[in-house]
């Protein structure tokens, strides 16, 4: 899978002498997770780990050198059964998801880690990582962190329909391939589908409504795609990483100096 983490950034790169070295007080571990999964017919089925790939390292490379933060490899398949039924998509359960980031978190615990950070870049985890930052917390006593790619940076350009309804394989994440790996986007395969308008008036909402309705994407699009990726250019796709990364590394360095000051 192509990277864009620096090297010495890059924790799999340590030998286990180097590990034990590292003052555990002070250095942070962060843990991208993304998704194997259909993106439509123009995006490849590795879009949420390469983007997350390619937003990380941006963002670590922004970093002072003097930082002591390392991105672990990825967890590159996620709880991705919103995309049953389309080929190639690589579904884990929540259960397994779950027990994956559990195992991963006593291993940094045990390695003498105090900060662990989940970075992610598919929807589906997310509500998933929130339960597992409070849990790893509660077991190993990590100060656990969660945060997705896009570090809350607004996408400055988008129209505000495909700014809310969005979801997958649209501009955006065309934008960001298209800047960081043209070669895996067929611009001439582009489809067109939402799940819902701007202008629709209901109490019922796909996501962060006063009532939600759970949804699968063959519900809505036959190609897979939630979105318009049309518009996307790579020009937009980098200012749209650069923005990110900057929000994410700010994040990063607020995570890395925290203290817990509470005292019981």
Known sequence: MKTWIPDERNFAYLNWKQVEALPKDKAMLVLPTAAIEQHGHHLPLATDTLINNALLGRALALLPAEMLIYALPPVCYGKSNEHIGFPGTMAMSATTYMS????????????????????????????????????????????????????????????????????????????????????????????VNYIARLEDESVLSPENGAVNFAWLTRDIAASGVMGDPRPASAENGERWISAAAAKAAAAFEAAYHYENHYKP
């Open 100 to 191: 994956v980031l559990r195992d991963i978190g006593a291993s940094v615990a045990a390695a003498g880690f105090k900060k662990l950070v989940l970075y992610n870049s598919h929807g589906g985890n997310t509500a998933l990582n929130d339960v597992m930052a409070r849990d790893l917390r509660a077991e190993f006593g990590l100060r656990t962190f969660h945060m997705g790619a896009g570090a809350g940076a607004k996408a400055e350009g988008l129209n505000a329909q495909e700014a809310k309804y969005g979801f997958h394989a649209g501009e955006w994440e065309t934008a960001v391939l298209l800047r960081a790996t043209p070669e895996l986007v067929d611009t001439n395969a582009y489809t």
